[in-house]
């Protein structure tokens, strides 16, 4: 996960979570999973899957999501 603070600004301004955040995730296939912790930002996302830049304490914690797929449910905790 990111540790820049400007990289974590960056993604924070351009798609409105933050670390704490809670959400839930709509994957591709239309399926809702969730209440999720918003737990990180990818460091570099010119290096990650296009678009998948928010780390989630899901199942797969390795695995960034896209922002699309997220849904705020509400504040950080």
Known sequence: PAEDP???NGIQEAY???RGDIVEYT???GLTFGPH????FVQDPATS???HTVY???DFPWFPVKPSSL???GNRE
């Open 71 to 73: 849904r705020k449910l």
């Open 27 to 29: 994957n591709p296939y």
């Open 6 to 8: 400007k990289v974590i």
């Open 56 to 58: 989630i304490d899901s």
């Open 37 to 40: 912790k918003v737990v990180g």
């Open 16 to 18: 409105g979570f933050k």
């Open 49 to 51: 899957i296009p678009g």
